[in-house]
């Protein structure tokens, strides 16, 4: 088979249920990972022969494809603050939200800090910060082995070096040293929300990663906040993924635990999406 032919097969089975522009995004990402082939070399020769092997993994692409899995899950990685982070479905699709979360981070210049990232998942805000912050030590917690191999691995892929740890924020690990700045994007949606989630984030990513009972949907903010009353320096740092729904009661919640300087972000979708506040 051609890339051409591929490319004939791919659109003809996929275009009932994938936008056309992401569909040609999706060809292209595709052949770009099984084939090292680039845009140009397709649009220069779209009838070279596509060998056996990895004929057959564009094929079974497909497959995942119809079964809704995402096109990051199917080529196991993706790009984020302009790296790549290697992905399988033990940790969450990093999402351009997070990208701004990190930005704002990079653009506060901490230096010489000591930094905590809670539900680190495939590592990409702790590896991302360690890249563009001078001097910093970063540490990154998940609650599963399969989690930390992954971020460890994106580390290694990033050259740089981040401490990986298990540590469950319900009941953290003791820590010798107090944190300059805590960042977290803790699980957040609520079972209620689902019904508006899409299959593709539904079926594939991990549940732990993603949702919290309707009866406590501020229970990690909670944890967290506990752990940081003793774990953050005074005048350190607290930055925060959230729920756009719940951004009063995260704010609220900050207030009563004593924090000061209290920021709200919108993100690109001009949804309240992040808060930066300072602990006293
Ligand atoms: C929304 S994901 C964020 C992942 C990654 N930081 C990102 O921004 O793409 C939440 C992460 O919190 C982790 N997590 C869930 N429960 C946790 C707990 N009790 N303690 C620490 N991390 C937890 C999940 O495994 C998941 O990796």
Redesign the pocket.
Known sequence: MTLLEFNNLFKSKLIARIDKNELDEFFFWLIDHFCNCSRMDYILNSSTKIPKTQEQNLKNSIDSLLNEMPIQYVIGETNFMNLIFKLNNS?????PE?EELVRWIINDEHTNKNIL??????????VSLSKNLNNCKVTG????ED?IKIANHNATLNNVTVEFEL????K?KLVDNKYDVIV?????VTIKEKKFISNNVKFFE?Y???FVEDDDPLY?YK?IFDFSNTNLKPNGFLYL?INENFSKEVIKLLKDKGFYDIKLKNDFRSKNRMIKAVKK
């Open positions: 940790v969450l699709i990093p999402r997070t990232d809670i539900g680190t998942g495939s590592g990409c805000i702790a917690w998940d609650i599963s989690i540590s469950d924020i319900t953290p977290s994007n803790p699980p957040y991990p732990t990663a993603l990690f944890k993924e």
